[in-house]
């Protein structure tokens, strides 16, 4: 593709969407006719543009340049401003004439943009025609306003967003504030001090918004709050002096904007829903269960192995053989309202699951079973042989679209809510699942408290364990089936802070493998190997759907980055290139950013990028990408194209929800093996797998990632919420 950077001239709108920015425009280029794709739905018909990009040929369409930036340029003639100004309501062509002729042709718009009201004022419109004309012109130049501003830091896309959120001022917010993008878009405090540009807002409101930037960035890295110290450090180190202190904690905690307890400081927003969890654990917790259909059951008698002995069946028709320990969570979940189980892998949460349901549906209970997320309810439903599905489907909720359907006025129907993996429920879901418990409900919370932190603010199920106030069961025997595996075995090693043995012992099945090497390069090589040839073969996988690479990091020989370029060249080099060249038909992607609720897609999911289609009635749009997982076909609209990621190495918290037959995972120096491979993310990785679990890299890595535990403890203060009642 060759660059283009060139003035144009717009001549015609084939197709504009207000809504995303993208736009279809014919142009004159030095007299011949181009066709401009992109971000720009700013531009107007007859006005003059500066416009960067690069040339491509669209299979339909044909030669098109695909537009990154497009700057519009003062009008060079009398015609076309005068053309453009009646446009605004209540300018006819002979006061738009007198509005060129007053201010002049180079400067009429800018003196319009400076004080519209008075402008027109003075073209001869009375006050209030005036106010009427102006707020015409507001909203005529917006999105021109926006793009100037956001165009040049690659942020176009934002600008229906923003126009959406502040209206016909939008433009005006942002240049007075344009940490606001920080606050409401997540954009970095660096890009939006770019924007504000030197000396162009206040210093305070530029230190105001960087405290609440940090505060944003710690709720992004899984804290729910800061130390006060903490937080001043890091706002100073953003602002690049040390002028935050603490009087500006004091502002922003009376304007409502933070809350302060003690030494920690929140957003006001996320200090609530961690106050609003102790409260929903503590009611249930406190609530001895007198009401509902689970009234009946006798926890003693569950206990006692009358209610559910050994070999007792479950709803799929299989004998449930049961721990002591597992009969101690059966018991909890019908003598408390709300109970906790955690274990780690082959100490039978699934079954404890099975009998939990065994008992409340002999008592005619309404029973849910819920997950965090599609793949997780899709396995516990194969599991457990119980119907399961989305917290989010079971609420009722759309993220960004409205509250949920079910809250504590419209509960969920069930007498019994067990939410399975609840380590990766961070502190909003956790809020929304139990604030549509039942009055008389029972809740139990399962999941591995071993695992990686959930993404985003807060650590609740740990929490509520660590916490001592709500009843758990830790589940710690290993049953026979499961204590053959080496995968099993070794990840209650590295839980421990061991190294796990890659030596079958006695009975044991081989399922564990270290594959050494020095040489990254030839550790690269050897993955592609075992994931494009040796694996498939010997386990009869697919090496796409059956296999998942997980890297600690994305840079470097090892890197994810690298390994996903490796492994695709292997395994779909002849991929038709689509979504301008960065994907290819065939493809293994992974869905990143926010969540697609509306199109049940979430952020992780892996896919498979099956077809291009035209973006139906959008005529020029870019085509629509069709893509499959989790057993679906969805459309993904071509704005959306940009989140998708190669999926065939992937960082461990992109795929904490994976659970699949083989896992690769790189454990080398040179994949920051000794610097980001910890205890919590090697066991994460290590039980992804069913069937092999295959490590690469350095026995010495991999012991001293066991050995070292996540030190970036997130701040969280659910637990002792908890411990204060």
Request: with cysteine; hydrophobic share 45%; charged share 25%.
């Given at each position: 593709m060759s660059a283009f950077d060139a003035e144009v001239t717009i001549r015609r709108r084939r197709f504009a969407n207000e809504e995303n920015g993208f736009a279809v425009l014919d142009a004159d280029h030095d007299?011949?006719?181009?066709?401009?794709?992109?971000?720009?739905?700013?531009?107007?018909?007859?006005?003059?543009?500066?416009?960067?990009?690069?040339?491509v040929r669209d299979s339909r369409y044909g030669e098109q340049v695909k537009v990154t930036e497009a700057h519009p340029l003062a009008p060079d003639d009398e015609a076309t401003l005068v053309a453009y100004l009646q446009r605004v309501r209540h300018i006819g062509r002979k006061r738009a004439q007198a509005l060129v002729a007053?201010?002049?042709?180079?400067?009429?718009?800018?003196?319009?943009?400076?004080?519209?009201?008075?402008a027109f004022r003075a073209a001869g419109l009375s006050d209030a025609r005036a106010q009427e004309a102006a707020r015409a012109w507001h909203e005529l130049r917006v999105t021109r306003q926006l793009h100037l501003l956001l165009a040049p830091h690659g942020l176009a896309y934002l600008v229906p967003r923003i126009h959406s959120e502040f209206g016909a001022t939008a433009h005006r917010v942002l240049r007075e504030n344009p940490y606001e993008l920080t606050r409401v878009f997540g954009v970095g405090f660096q890009t939006a001090d770019r924007?504000?540009?030197?000396?162009?807002v206040n210093p305070r409101s530029r230190a105001r918004a960087a405290l609440v930037h940090?505060?944003?960035?710690?709720?992004?890295?899984?804290?729910?709050?800061?130390?006060?110290?903490?937080?001043?450090?890091?706002?100073?180190?953003?602002?690049?002096?040390?002028?935050?202190?603490?009087?500006?904690?004091?502002?922003?905690?009376?304007?409502?904007?933070?809350?302060?307890?003690?030494?920690?400081?929140?957003?006001?927003?996320?200090?609530?829903?961690?106050?609003?969890?102790?409260?929903?654990?503590?009611?249930?917790?406190?609530?001895?269960?007198?009401?509902?259909?689970?009234?009946?059951?006798?926890?003693?008698?569950?206990?006692?192995?009358?209610?559910?002995?050994?070999?007792?069946?479950g709803p799929a028709g299989t004998a449930l053989e049961l721990s002591d320990e597992q009969r101690d969570a059966v018991r909890a979940a019908f003598a408390h309202r709300l109970s906790v189980i955690t274990g780690g892998p082959g100490t039978g949460k699934t079954a404890t699951i099975k009998a939990i349901a065994t008992v409340a549906l002999k008592h005619q209970a309404r029973v849910m079973l819920v997950a965090p997320t599609g793949r997780a309810a899709t396995r516990i439903t194969e599991s457990s042989g119980l119907r399961a599905t989305t917290v989010h489907s079971a609420l009722g909720w759309i993220p960004g679209e409205g509250p949920p359907e079910h809250d504590g006025d419209d509960p969920l129907g069930a007498d019994l809510l067990i939410a399975d993996e609840c380590s990766m429920a961070n502190l909003e879901l956790m809020?929304?699942?139990?604030?549509?418990?039942?009055?008389?409900?029972?809740?139990?919370?399962?999941?591995?408290?071993?695992q990686l932190a959930p993404v985003g603010a807060g650590k609740p199920f740990a929490e509520l364990i660590a916490s001592g106030v709500v009843p758990s069961t830790r589940l710690t025997h290993i049953f026979r089936q499961a204590a053959g595996s080496m995968i099993v075995q070794?990840?209650?090693?590295?839980?421990?802070?061991?190294?796990?043995?890659?030596?079958?012992?006695?009975?044991?099945?081989?399922?564990?493998?270290?594959?050494?090497?020095?040489?990254?390069?030839?550790?690269?090589?050897?993955?592609?190997?075992?994931?494009?040839e040796r694996l498939p073969k010997f386990y009869g996988v697919d090496p796409l759907d059956d296999i998942q690479v997980f890297a600690p990091v994305y840079k470097g020989e090892l890197g994810i980055d690298a390994l996903n370029e490796a492994l695709r060249e292997k395994l779909n080099p002849n991929g038709v290139a689509v979504g301008g060249g960065r994907l290819r038909l065939g493809d293994k992607l992974m869905m990143t950013g926010r969540n697609l609720h509306e199109l049940r897609l979430m952020n992780g999911t892996v896919l498979r990028l099956i077809d291009e289609v035209e973006g139906g009635d959008r005529e020029g749009d870019d085509p629509a990408l069709i893509l499959a997982g989790d057993g679906r076909i969805f459309p993904l609209p071509?704005?959306?194209?940009?989140?998708?990621?190669?999926?065939?190495?992937?960082?461990?918290?992109?795929?904490?929800?994976?659970?699949?037959?083989?896992?690769?995972?790189v454990a080398h120096r040179a994949a920051g093996g000794l610097r980001f491979l910890r205890r919590e993310m090697l066991y994460t990785a290590v039980t992804r797998a069913k069937l092999a679990?295959?490590?690469?890299?350095?026995?010495?890595?991999?012991?001293?990632?066991?050995?070292?535990?996540?030190?970036?403890?997130?701040?969280?203060?659910?637990?002792?919420?908890?411990?204060?009642?």
């Open positions: 007299g011949r006719p181009v066709v401009l794709v992109g971000p720009l739905v700013h531009l107007e018909e007859r006005e003059r543009a500066r416009v960067l990009g690069s040339w007053r201010h002049g042709a180079d400067r009429v718009l800018d003196a319009i943009d400076a004080d519209p009201t008075h924007i504000a540009g030197a000396g162009a940090a505060l944003g960035e710690a709720e992004r890295n899984g804290n729910t709050c800061l130390p006060q110290p903490e937080l001043l450090a890091e706002t100073r180190k953003l602002l690049g002096d040390g002028s935050a202190g603490a009087e500006l904690i004091d502002e922003l905690v009376e304007d409502g904007d933070l809350a302060r307890e003690d030494e920690w400081v929140y957003r006001a927003q996320t200090a609530e829903l961690e106050a609003e969890l102790a409260a929903l654990a503590l009611e249930l917790v406190s609530t001895e269960p007198r009401r509902g259909r689970l009234r009946e059951v006798e926890p003693d008698v569950v206990a006692g192995g009358a209610g559910l002995g050994h070999g007792t069946a809020v929304a699942l139990l604030r549509a418990v039942a009055p008389a409900a029972h809740v139990v919370l399962v999941g591995d408290a071993d070794g990840a209650h090693a590295i839980r421990r802070g061991e190294s796990p043995s890659f030596v079958a012992g006695p009975g044991m099945r081989r399922d564990l493998f270290l594959i050494e090497h020095d040489d990254p390069i030839a550790g690269r090589a050897e993955i592609v190997a075992l994931v494009a071509p704005e959306e194209s940009a989140r998708l990621r190669l999926a065939y190495a992937c960082s461990v918290h992109r795929g904490q929800g994976i659970e699949l037959p083989v896992a690769v995972i679990t295959v490590i690469v890299g350095s026995r010495d890595v991999v012991a001293r990632a066991a050995r070292t535990p996540d030190t970036s403890a997130r701040h969280s203060r659910l637990a002792q919420r908890l411990l204060d009642g």
